[in-house]
C-alpha cells in the first residue's frame, strides 16, 4: 500500500513539473511542424555582395586600362619624337655632306680651269699669238664671252680672274663687233656709286654711248647695271642681280 502510493505521489510530482516548467519547443514544434526559414533573404544578400563587387572590379580595371593607354601614347609620342629628330639630324647630316662634296668638286673644277687658262695663255704667248686661244680680236684687243650666266658682279669677278675686265665701249665699231658675239650680255657700265652718273669699270665716263629707246628708265628700282642687247644694238639698264652672260676685255699681248 505504502508503495503504491509512493509511484502515484510520483507521477503526479513529474505531471505538476511538466506543466510549470516552460516549454523550450516553438509554437510550430509543439504543433509538430518545423521551424520555416525565411525564402531567398540570404541569396540577395549573397548576390548584391557579388555585384559590388564586380562593379568594384571593374571600376579598377577601367582606371588600369586608362592609365595604361595613356601612358602608351606618351611612349609612343616620345618614340616619334625622337625618331623625327634622328631623321631630321640624318638628313641635315646627309646635305652638308653633298654641300662640302660640291663645294671640294666646284674648287677643283675653277683650279683645273684657271691652271688650263694660264697654260693657254702662256702657249699663246709662245706661238705669237696676239690673243689667247678662245679669245677674239679687235683692234688692240683681246674679247672672251662667258660660257655661264652670272650676276654682274660675279661676271666682273670671272674677268678680273682671266686678267681682264667687262668690257668698255668707246666706238659704233666696237659696238658693231661685240653685238655678234652673244644676244645680250654684261658690259662694263653701272651707277653703282652714285645713281644717274653711269661709269665704266676702270672709272671713265661716258665719252661714247648708244642707249637703247627709253632707257636708261629704273623701270623696277635699283636697275644699276648695264647690257648690251643685241636686237636693239644698244644699251639697257636692269638688276645686278640678274643672271646674264657677259664679254671680258684685255689689250692685246705683244
Known sequence: ????????????????????LPSSRSPAEAKGGVTPAVPGRKLLRV?????????????????????????????????????????QEIKSHDLMRERDQLQASYDDVTRERDQLQTLINNLSQIKGLRCPLGWKKFQSSCYFVSMYRANWNESRQECLLRGANLVIINSRGEQAFLKDLQDRF?????D?????????????????????????????????????????NAWNDASCSAMKHSVCEKLVST
Open 47 to 87: 548576390v548584391a555582395v557579388s555585384f559590388g563587387l564586380l562593379c568594384v572590379l571593374q571600376a579598377a580595371l577601367n582606371i588600369y586600362l586608362r592609365f595604361t593607354l595613356s601612358h602608351q601614347r606618351e611612349e609612343n609620342q616620345q618614340i616619334h619624337n625622337s625618331t623625327m629628330l634622328q631623321l
Open 192 to 232: 653703282l656709286d652714285n645713281e644717274g652718273q653711269w661709269r665704266w669699270v676702270d672709272g671713265t665716263g661716258l665719252a661714247y654711248r648708244i642707249w637703247a629707246p627709253e632707257e636708261p628708265n629704273d623701270e623696277y628700282g635699283g636697275e644699276d647695271c648695264v647690257e648690251l642687247l643685241q636686237k636693239f
Open 1 to 20: 500500500m505504502a508503495s503504491g502510493l509512493n509511484e502515484e505521489e510520483i507521477e503526479m510530482q513529474e505531471d505538476y513539473r511538466n506543466k510549470a
Open 186 to 190: 654684261w658690259i662694263g657700265l653701272s
